[in-house]
């Protein structure tokens, strides 16, 4: 309401004219996006075969704890995003940052003869 009140006084005082006194009005009346809420879960999928012997790994992990997320995949998971160019450094420091919602990486592969997938998404 205060700024409505503003931009009459300076329609009142000559300062600006009825057309940019319209276009401020506008400009205020017009509801104002929310925030985004962060994401909140670094969601971690894998599907692989560790020394011969099958792995599955389903981990959500706060963003605050996506560190340790290194812990949590197998060898053959690490040496799959390497060789896909996926540097884990560099994807947990952009989630440190800040990155939207969605798929972070999505890989379908084969590992020794043996199935490889893996999925990192921020919800």
Do not use: C, W, Y
Request: no cysteine; charged share 35%; proline share 7%.
């Amino acid at each position: 309401m205060e700024e409505k009140r503003r931009i009459l006084e300076m329609v009142r005082s000559g300062e600006i004219g009825v057309e940019e006194a319209l276009a401020l009005l506008q400009a205020v009346e017009e509801p104002r996006p929310r925030a985004q809420i962060p994401a909140r879960l670094l969601r971690v999928r894998i599907q692989a075969h560790d020394k011969g012997k099958p792995v599955r790994v389903h981990v959500n992990l706060p963003l605050a704890l996506a560190e340790l997320l290194e812990k949590f995949l197998p060898e053959e998971a690490k040496l799959t995003l390497e060789d896909r160019g996926v540097h884990l450094k560099d994807l947990l420091r952009l989630v440190r940052e800040g990155v939207p919602e969605g798929k972070l990486v999505e890989i379908e592969a084969e590992e020794e003869g043996n199935p490889v997938q893996v999925l990192v998404e921020v919800v």
